[in-house]
Structures are given as C-alpha cells and as structure tokens.
C-alpha cells in the first residue's frame, strides 16, 4: 500500500512539471464586446460577469487551483471550448445573424439550466442563477433579438421565435 501511495504522490508531482496552456488574460473589455454591440443594463451586465465570462470572454478570473494539474489542463480546454462556443468579448464582430443566433441559444440554454454548467457551480457558488435572474437574462436576450430584427431586415432571421 505505501509503494502505491507512493507511486501516486511521484505521478502527482512530475505532472505538475507539465505546462499548462496560455492564461486566457486579455482585456477584460474591448470595442467589440457584447456591451458595446447589445443594450444592457446593469443588473444583466453583473449577472453576465459573474456568472459566463469566465468561460466566454477573453479575459478570466483564475481560481487558486488554476495552476496546478491536471487541473490547468482541464480548465484551459474548458475556457477554450466555450470561447468557440460563444466568446463576449467579440460579440460586436459577429454578423447579424449569428447575433441573433447566439442571443437565442443564451436564452434557451438559460431557460433549460444548461449553463452555466453545474461543474463550474460547484466551485463558483455565486455564479448560480436565481430564477429573477433566469428570466431576467432571457427578457434581455429576446428583446435583444427583436432590436436585431428590426435593424437587419435584410438579414435573413427565423420568424416569430415562441420556443424560449
């Protein structure tokens, strides 16, 4: 039992020699930001911040346990994913229609408890969010999405959305 434990403290110990991915550190926030391409105000501005920029924005707020591994590893794809998924600190740079597009997955994943991710509630207790706030988010997303399709009527946008 002491060679296993052993073994598992040399494991534990030469990973951290690994290095981890590059921080994801840049400025918190930019001309293309979802702040300056979308009307918000405040209260969904903090709610955004404290709970999805961590993981969708280019810049995060690393926890004590980022640098150790396997667990920079983890997050750094987990931070990687989620920026290809929806990154806010490029909203303004996306077309119109995937604005929109983006704004409706943000409500309907909202709307579904699918984000943000349970995993990264566990630790991040205050990124949790209360039902006002659910429907706040989701009220802001799909008037949001009316503003887009009243200025891009050229753009070619699903019609009469009821599914959020």
């Known amino acids: 039992m002491k060679k296993i434990i052993l073994f598992l403290v040399v494991i534990i110990v030469a990973v951290q020699f690994i290095p981890g991915p590059p921080k994801n550190e840049g400025i918190a926030q930019n001309l ?15 709610i955004l911040k404290r709970s999805c920029f961590d993981c969708h924005s280019n810049h995060t707020n690393y926890p004590w346990y980022s640098g150790a591994q396997p667990l920079a590893m983890w997050i750094g794809r987990h931070i990687e994913e989620g920026k290809d998924e929806l990154n806010f600190s490029a909203f303004g740079s996306y077309s119109s229609k995937k604005q929109y597009h983006k704004l409706e997955e943000i409500a309907e994943q909202i709307g579904e408890d699918e984000m943000p991710l349970a995993s990264y509630k566990i630790i991040h207790r205050s990124a949790g969010l209360s039902n006002k706030e659910k429907q706040l988010v989701i009220r802001w997303a799909q008037e949001a999405m009316q503003k887009i399709r009243k200025v891009e009527s050229t753009v070619e946008l699903p019609e009469n959305e009821t599914h959020l």
């Open 32 to 46: 293309n930001d979802i702040q300056h391409a979308v009307s918000m105000d405040s209260a969904i501005s903090n």
